[in-house]
């Protein structure tokens, strides 16, 4: 079950949206009564409720919005269980001073907000003991670590335990509160509203993660990556595995970089069965492997990870898509795919890890390959490491060439207005690559068009090395045609008047 937390200022805005979300098929409402400019009216608020409520009365020091006494809190708190409200959430610091009464189920809680402490068990004991129905615990993770030990803790509790951690590290704990015993998770009404650190909007836990149906049997994946949150694998993989009727989540997991062991130590721990890696562990996650296709170790890196009778299985399925996009383009009628990038000159802008891939396959291709890169030591790098050649970046437009390749972020939303290559360099003759997909048509595509290049876009590659990994992590194919129009819509919202 999700609880919505609501938070709004004025009692006839609390009471309007409470009635919308219970329309909306919400089972419970957060009622965040520190949140109410003037003196909390609880008859308002309770009297027609539409459906049944927590309320809550949170302390600036626990994150809320209380400005009043102390004393004027903790007599709200009582007349809200003298008035019936089926849960009221107590810390648990004063459960003592308020006593049961009725009906009303008391959720004791607990907020630290820099970090898990080390006694969860403890904690969790001496709070069981202040009369709780429901122990709720809240703290910031810091390390993904911190993900097991509260789910650790739900999963044995006596009590029924909320076990949440704060922040886009544990964000994780919010979508899987159901499958390790939690009575529910917390979601916030709408993205701009969130109520504590991490907290996801309730319309991507009920629709995106369909936290309610997530069960034991539930498939778990995601993607490993910093900043986790602007990614649109979660989007994608999602709805593919709901069109597929396949009982399986893709779940976005921020690791810090300094954090990737712990990661690994904790996937299959917590059911992970397998996981995209982006930025900043590719190559770093090819250590973890206790096998990789050739290709992966020929280039350094995986984007792909699956896990399987305690075997980590690596694949670099970036390589792949790129790959068979460049070839679907330059191969003419009947010619063999195989040769169709023997003697072509490659300019590759960037040494990160999808210039890395796509240099790599070239090369094994027998295309000749040029790299330049902002950062000349990357490029220096990565041209002995595969054997290719090198240009300074100032001097990229004067090569002669006949597919360029865009590895860098520029021209990534929301900087749309710049391109890695001056429109003037290019000719008809030339294939243009930008393995840039937010937007799709960046400003080195309309420039390529322009000129009438053929083009491969970003959502071209996103979509192939998507439909690789759905195939790797399920054994099943893709389907191609909705994860394109998803990401399209996804990156072209209509603008509707």
């Not at 909306?24 to 539409?50: C, F, K, M, S, T």
């Not at 459960?95 to 008391?106: C, D, F, L, M």
């Not at 499958?179 to 969130?194: E, L, V």
């Amino acid at each position: 079950m999700i609880c919505v937390s609501l938070g709004r200022s004025r009692h006839t805005r609390m009471i309007a949206e409470h009635k919308h979300l219970v329309e909306q098929g919400a089972e419970l409402v957060e009622l965040r009564l520190d949140y109410i400019g003037r003196a909390v009216n609880l008859g308002r608020l309770l009297n027609d409720r539409p459906g049944p409520v927590v309320l809550t009365v949170r302390r600036r020091e626990d994150g809320g919005r209380w400005t009043k006494s102390e004393q004027d809190r903790l007599m709200l708190l009582r007349s809200a269980i003298v008035a019936g409200a089926e849960y009221v959430d107590i810390e648990a610091d004063v459960a003592s001073q308020i006593p049961r009464y009725g009906n009303t189920k008391r959720i004791i809680s607990y907020h630290d907000f820099s970090g898990t402490p080390d006694n969860l068990e403890e904690l969790h004991a001496a709070m069981a003991e202040e009369d709780a129905d429901i122990v709720k615990i809240a703290t910031m993770a810091n390390s993904f670590a911190d993900n097991v030990r509260m789910f650790e803790l739900i999963r044995n509790a006596k009590l029924p335990t909320i076990g949440i951690c704060m922040g886009e590290i544990g964000t994780l704990t919010r979508i899987l509160a159901n499958r390790f015993g939690a009575p529910f998770t917390y979601a916030t009404f709408s993205a701009d509203k969130k109520m504590a650190p991490g907290q996801l909007n309730w319309k991507e836990m009920q629709t995106l993660y369909d936290v309610k149906n997530i069960n034991d049997q539930t498939e778990l994946f995601g993607v490993i990556a910093d900043p986790v949150a602007h990614s649109y694998s979660p989007l994608i993989h999602n709805t593919a595995f709901k069109a597929e009727e396949l009982n399986a989540r893709y779940l976005p997991l921020r690791v810090p970089y300094d954090d990737l062991h712990n990661f690994m130590e904790a996937a299959e721990v917590i059911g992970l069965q397998g996981i995209s890696i982006t930025i900043p562990h590719k190559e770093r996650a090819l250590d973890y492997c206790s096998q990789a296709e050739s290709s992966a170790t020929g280039i350094g890196a995986i984007n792909t990870m699956v896990f399987h009778d305690g075997n980590r299985l690596g694949y670099n399925t970036d390589y792949r898509a790129a790959m068979d996009c460049i070839t679907e383009v330059l191969q003419r009628q009947d010619a063999d795919k195989e040769t169709a990038m023997q003697g072509v000159t490659a300019l590759i802008l960037g040494a990160g890890g999808v210039s890395r891939a796509i240099a790599w396959g070239l090369k094994q291709r027998h295309a000749d390959v040029v790299i330049a890169s902002r950062t000349e030591a990357r490029a220096n790098q990565l041209a002995s490491e595969i054997g290719c050649r090198v240009v300074p970046w100032e001097e990229r437009h004067n090569q002669k060439v006949q597919l360029l390749i865009n590895g860098t972020p520029v021209g990534m939303h929301p900087n749309v207005d710049v391109s890695p290559y001056n429109a003037s360099a290019l000719n008809q003759f030339m294939v243009v690559f930008d393995t840039v997909y937010n937007p799709e048509n960046t400003m080195l595509i309309k420039y390529a068009k322009q000129a009438q290049c053929r083009i491969i876009t970003g959502i071209d590659m996103f979509v192939r090395q998507a439909a690789y990994q759905f195939k790797l992590f399920t054994g099943k194919e893709a389907p191609v045609m909705l994860l394109r129009k998803t990401i399209k819509q996804a990156t072209n919202p209509v603008q509707l008047h």
